[in-house]
């Protein structure tokens, strides 16, 4: 394991954006009201898990049968986790409610973890995780789930299911990774062919450098694969097979040859679609379009941006849930595109009895907290499914979320992703988010909340001069991002320990 460290950067100006106001709303498990009323739609619907009774996707409330189609030994939802990508085919309305005739689930990688690289930020904390399955390359951060394990103790042996997104790089990102029993008998990978390597005298070929074999009388080309695909560079495939050894080098005798996970986002009987995943090409100003999941989307005009988003904001990596409708080409038009990448946090203790389960929202260190249907509320353990009633305890929460304004300027954080930890740390909190207002004579807010930062013992500025930060805020309007270390009073108040410039 070799740790690196995430440089900082001096973040550039950042215009104050008025955000969309959430009306009720629902949780992970808990009742359901969709933002805004949602896009009524029939098609598909392909997104992380958030949760369950039935199944939570995209924010909409899935009625089901229990029944879930896949060949990687997971029949049922009750054999699902959150952070799983699923395929729905079914109907979803305007009030978050759904009805899915068909669940499709498919593992992206199964197999051993090696060439653990972790990144740490600049207070040794572990934020980034990469990694290889069978030469493919796959990273995990703060907003992917992990079951038996976490960044932190993710290490080289480890044998895991990943469900991940494939990235313009031909790397992965993964929302999911589940520790499960080895069977290196019964593993699976997904890439781009190297190019040139294929050699169908042989029955060989390579992903992304990766030997993969395959006998004439077992081999089951599906999803519109032929062998002669195997011989155009770039293609991927998703091959599942049996891990061996040939000439003293690891490959892997394959059983099913096939379209990799793009094939999640194929039209459905109807034409509407909705889906989550990160942008692979970024957004053309020509031809008004950008890339993501393998599909072209098409921004017909900027009214289709939810919460101030942008056309300039859609650039590679970004994590991004889209609604919309098929061409006959297969462009999607979209109707709705909204951010789901976490662009603040919070961490400390949640104290008992703070959490208003009407409005679905809690105070942590003075962070107003809102809970969604979109929400992931999550631990490391394999057996706990949590709901917001869950966090009803002396907890130590970790919040990632989007920084959101109300009409009346009142800020919240929306939370995409809560992990839960037994430990607390009593007032100590710690959070990261866009300057809010900065008086150095008085205080500073951050996430709406306010911040004393003269006291007897003064605030430790790091990497920052408060004056500068100031006169940048007032003159330029800049509002860096910042990660604050804060404790809560006894009388209710907050005083800043520690701000220091995070990277944008």
Request: glycine share 10%.
């Given at each position: 394991?070799?740790?690196?460290?995430?440089?900082?950067?001096?973040?550039?100006?950042?215009?104050?954006?008025?955000?969309?106001?959430?009306?009720?709303?629902?949780?992970?498990?808990g009742g359901v009201d969709i933002a805004e009323g949602g896009i009524r739609g029939t098609g598909s619907s392909v997104g992380p898990v958030s949760g369950f009774g039935s199944v939570f996707v995209n924010g909409v409330r899935f009625e089901t049968d229990g029944n879930v189609v896949s060949n990687d030994g997971i029949g049922s939802e009750a054999q699902l986790d959150k952070g799983m990508i699923l395929r729905i085919d079914g109907e979803w309305r305007t009030n978050g409610q759904g009805t899915a005739n068909a669940i499709e689930y498919d593992d992206t990688f199964r197999g051993r973890v090696s060439s653990v690289q972790k990144t740490t930020?600049?207070?040794?904390?572990?934020?980034?995780?990469?990694?290889?399955?069978?030469?493919?390359?796959i990273s995990a951060d703060k907003l992917t789930v992990l079951k038996g394990r976490s960044l932190e103790t993710l290490a080289n042996g480890d044998f895991v299911r990943v469900s991940a997104w494939q990235l313009e790089n031909g790397s992965y990102r993964a929302s999911y990774i589940g520790l499960i029993t080895p069977d290196e008998t019964d593993v699976e990978i997904e890439g781009r062919i190297t190019d040139g390597s294929a050699d169908l005298g042989l029955n060989r070929f390579e992903i992304n450098g990766f030997l993969i074999e395959y006998q004439d009388n077992t081999i089951e080309f599906r999803d519109g694969v032929a062998e002669n695909d195997l011989q155009t560079g770039g293609l991927s495939v998703e091959v599942e097979g049996e891990l061996v050894e040939i000439n003293g080098q690891p490959a892997i005798q394959a059983r099913t040859i096939g379209r990799d996970d793009t094939r999640r986002y194929r039209p459905g009987d109807a034409d509407d679609i909705e889906f989550t995943g990160p942008v692979s090409s970024a957004f053309n100003n020509t031809d008004r379009t950008f890339t993501i999941n393998g599909l072209t989307v098409l921004v017909p005009n900027d009214d289709v941006f939810e919460d101030g988003l942008t056309s300039g904001d859609l650039v590679s990596g970004l994590l991004v849930q889209v609604e919309g409708a098929f061409r006959s080409d297969g462009v999607v038009v979209a109707e709705e595109i909204e951010l789901r990448?976490?662009?603040?946090?919070?961490?400390?203790?949640?104290?008992?009895?703070?959490?208003?389960?009407?409005?679905?929202?809690?105070?942590?260190?003075?962070?107003?907290?809102?809970?969604?249907?979109?929400?992931?509320?999550?631990?490391?353990?394999?057996?706990?499914?949590?709901?917001?009633?869950d966090l009803n305890g002396r907890y130590e929460l970790e919040v990632e979320g989007i920084e959101r304004s109300r009409l009346d300027g009142s800020v919240f954080l929306e939370a995409v992703k809560i992990e839960r930890d037994d430990d607390d740390t009593d007032n100590e909190y710690q959070m990261t988010g866009r300057l809010g207002e900065i008086n150095c004579s008085v205080s500073i807010t951050v996430l709406?909340?306010?911040?004393?930062?003269?006291?007897?013992?003064?605030?430790?500025?790091?990497?920052?001069?408060?004056?500068?930060?100031?006169?940048?805020?007032?003159?330029?309007?800049?509002?860096?991002?910042?990660?604050?270390?804060?404790?809560?009073?006894?009388?209710?108040?907050?005083?800043?320990?520690?701000?220091?410039?995070?990277?944008?």
């Open positions: 394991m070799t740790p690196q460290v995430t440089p900082k950067r001096l973040p550039l100006l950042f215009a104050p954006v008025a955000f969309g106001v959430l009306s009720a709303c629902g949780g992970g498990g930020d600049a207070e040794g904390r572990i934020v980034r995780v990469s990694f290889r399955i069978y030469g493919q390359e990448e976490a662009d603040s946090e919070v961490e400390g203790a949640i104290e008992p009895g703070v959490i208003d389960f009407s409005a679905r929202t809690f105070r942590l260190g003075g962070v107003l907290v809102q809970v969604t249907p979109q929400t992931i509320i999550t631990d490391d353990d394999d057996d706990q499914r949590l709901t917001l009633n709406g909340v306010r911040m004393d930062i003269t006291s007897a013992t003064a605030t430790e500025f790091d990497d920052v001069n408060c004056s500068q930060l100031e006169s940048d805020f007032r003159d330029r309007g800049l509002r860096p991002l910042l990660e604050v270390e804060y404790i809560k009073r006894n009388d209710g108040t907050f005083w800043a320990e520690e701000i220091e410039l995070e990277d944008d």
